[in-house]
């Protein structure tokens, strides 16, 4: 699979510093639609800094966002949402006294003709998206505090499907989970990959990044080492890259 | 597949029927816990009353009509601190807001107004209310400005807030007692004339009942339309008939305090009338009123607007309601502001039920907001409130205060067994919280 024609996202020459430290070093990274690209690198490395530049978190202090070829400004979450990204954050960023619904619409409520929440078309919703992500899940009117942490994950993904995002940012999505439920985030990767979305998936497992990604871009100290198709490099390869900062192959 | 089925049954009758009744009503345990503290502060001081004094003065429409209008002021500010503090902020400076408001309120209608449209004219209450209520919202906005865009600890801010309105209440009146207030003004703080009397009573009584059932049968038509679970139709019946006997009751038991006899003389002489020994009911009393419309009020905008989910949202966890695009400054400041507005009615009923405007109106009133508050179950972790049950911890408050009064225990002791109240109150609910946890 090639990629041709104009990226989905473009991120070019992004640098962010909080006091004085630069997070984030002139990154370019691009994602194509149906596209999966992994985004590695140490704790520290700038991964979830530069991803946040994306999803409204932080404002990138120069640097450039396309979609879709078009320049887009960013500024904070609810940008972000026009433009059709989702996010999963690490910390899941759910209000743990709201139950599943209010979470899932948390920001986007449904309300009446009134202008009154329309909790029972939401519940209901609710309802049926989880069904399809995770049939076993039944605890629609507690906190989702009460929740264990694989329900909770699929609370945070279900938000991110449920709006019809075009550009999914998952951060760590299987790092709370077991094998099972692990398998299950995998199989929906590949659904959504299918469906034409594009995802930035950052991930510490170089396993999962070898079986779920088309590309992985590794970065280290602020810095992108190198971005590079999974299926020209080895794991060791991208080890190495994330390890000592250089591309073995390319400095051959 | 049987024997789950067979244990879940048995699982189910071997539970308390009180716990199978708070399953199918869907009751808040919390609430039944709070009415049977309730009901034993009330019963409590009248027999204490009927033991020691020869007379159970507790259980009686006078006092009881006397303890409606005592809660209004704390409860109405007590629904606005269940916002503040879900919001994992607090707000001490209430009780000077009190004071300064009403002394705003008072120069208005008795110094300023006059001058202008003359003693007595029917635009002096109307126009001291408004500027009353923008004086309380203006100061509850800047307070929440200084907290969400200039990051000031809420703590630091009202705080100072409390000293500073004070002093102000001193000061825009030169310490002295603005009185008396607008005659139609003094209505809101309750009294004979400031109660609605038998009929009207009635009406309003009628209006609830009819809005108990149209919540229950709006409730269970919108479940069947989702197909999500239903309460079991006995549950619905009871719930319905509780609500109409206690609308029912209270109406029964404010028609039942008459208007004192001097008052029923002088209403006559002014109506030209000989009434001598008439039975006039006082009716619900204005202030009270206000309470219920703002718990109503308030209610609906914590559980059924947007903006109420962003203050709970904010509540569990701020970084997740930011993320999600809420733009939370912009919520915390306006639910200062809420509390400014709500400060201000309670200045006006505190006020008007006085008759009067003092510098000292409203000393201690934000502990004992704050403290309806928290007994009635809001965390102080923030994320977690009810209004109902802050105006529930109002009454208990207020009950255990005028039962004491009503006894003779003398106000430090008073304090004593308030301050204690709030301790135990507390402790219960965090008792009572690792207990459904586990």
Known sequence: ?252 | MNDTTSSKNADDSSKSIISRFITATEIDPRLLGMLGALALIWFGFHFYGVIFNDFGAFLTPRNLWNLSVQTSSIGIMATGMVLVIVTRNIDLSVGSMIGVIAMAMGLLQVEVLPQFVGIGHWSISIIAVIVGLIFGTLIGAIHGWLIAYREIPAFIVTLGGLMVWRGMAFLSGGGRTISPVDPSFALLGGGPYGAVGASVSWVIGGLACFGVGYIIYSGRQSRIKHDFHLRPMWAEMMLTAVGWASIIGAVILVNSYPWPKGIVRQYGAKVGQDLEGTFISHGFAVPVLILVAVGIGMTILMTRTRFGRYVFAIGGNPEAAALAGIDTKWVTMKVFALMGMLTAIASVIASARLNSATNALGILDELYVIAAAVIGGTSLAGGIGKIYGAILGALVMQSLQSGMVLIGFDSAIQRIVVGVVLVLAVYLDIVYNKRVKK
């Open chain 1, 1 to 252: 699979m090639a990629n041709v024609g104009t990226p989905l996202v473009e991120l070019k020459d992004i640098s962010i510093s909080f006091g004085g430290i630069k997070a984030v070093d002139r990154v370019s990274v691009d994602l194509y639609p149906g596209e999966v690209v992994g985004l590695l690198g140490h704790n520290g490395a700038g991964k979830s800094t530069l991803i946040k530049c994306l999803s409204g978190a932080y404002t990138a202090d120069s640097g450039e966002v396309f979609i879709n070829g078009e320049k887009v400004i960013i500024n904070n979450p609810r940008d972000a949402r026009d433009q059709n990204i989702e996010t999963i954050y690490q910390t899941l960023a759910l209000a743990d006294n709201l139950d599943a619904a209010s979470n899932l619409f948390l920001g986007r409520e449904l309300v009446t003709k009134s202008g009154f929440l329309d909790e029972s078309k939401m519940e209901a919703e609710t309802r049926k998206i989880m069904a399809r992500l995770n049939p076993n899940f039944q605890k629609f009117d507690v906190p989702v505090s009460a929740l264990s942490g694989g329900q909770r994950q699929s609370v945070a993904i279900a938000r991110a499907v449920y709006f019809d995002a075009k550009i999914l940012i998952m951060d760590e999505p299987t790092a709370a989970l077991g094998p099972q439920e692990t398998e299950m985030v995998a199989e929906l990767i590949q659904e959504l990959k299918n469906q034409g979305l594009g995802i930035f998936l950052i991930e510490h497992d170089i396993h999962h990044v070898m079986n779920l990604c088309d590309r992985a871009s590794v970065m280290k100290n602020g810095l992108l080492v190198g971005t590079e198709r999974v299926e020209d490099v080895t794991e060791d390869d991208i080890l190495s890259m994330i390890i000592l900062g250089k591309n073995p192959k390319r400095a051959k």
